[in-house]
Nanobody, 120 residues
């Protein structure tokens, strides 16, 4: 059974930092692209960042560029999202996901989400 489990969310004040983690189990994700998405209340889910597992090519949404950093630990099958200089606009449920085809818009596996709340 494939599982993606996020952790690291919480309540912080504006300007502070959080690091999210997403551990994958049940299969090897060495050839998968891993992504972080978020969904704020009343808004559509949006991609935040992604990383291609093999060569580490990354993508960031404009809204987080320069503040968030995605990274991976191959040995732990884990992807991280370091979030700095958080603002209330970053408040959302954050999901990690994985897909086999880098060029596909669809992700094959999803985590259950972790809440990030940033107070002003």
């Amino acid at each position: 059974q494939v599982q993606l489990v996020e952790s690291g969310g919480g309540l912080v004040q504006a300007g502070e930092s959080l690091r999210l983690s997403c551990v994958a189990s049940g299969r090897t994700f060495s050839s998968y692209t891993r992504g972080w998405f978020r969904q704020a209340p009343g808004k559509e889910r949006e991609i935040v960042s992604r990383i291609r597992w093999g060569d580490g090519i990354t993508y960031y949404a404009d809204s987080v560029k320069g503040r968030f950093t995605i990274s991976r630990d191959n040995a732990k099958n884990t992807v991280y999202l370091q979030m700095n200089s958080l603002t209330p606009e970053d408040t959302a449920v954050y999901y990690c996901a994985a897909k086999r085809n880098y060029y596909s818009v669809l992700y094959d596996y999803w985590g259950q989400g972790t809440q990030v709340t940033v107070s002003s």
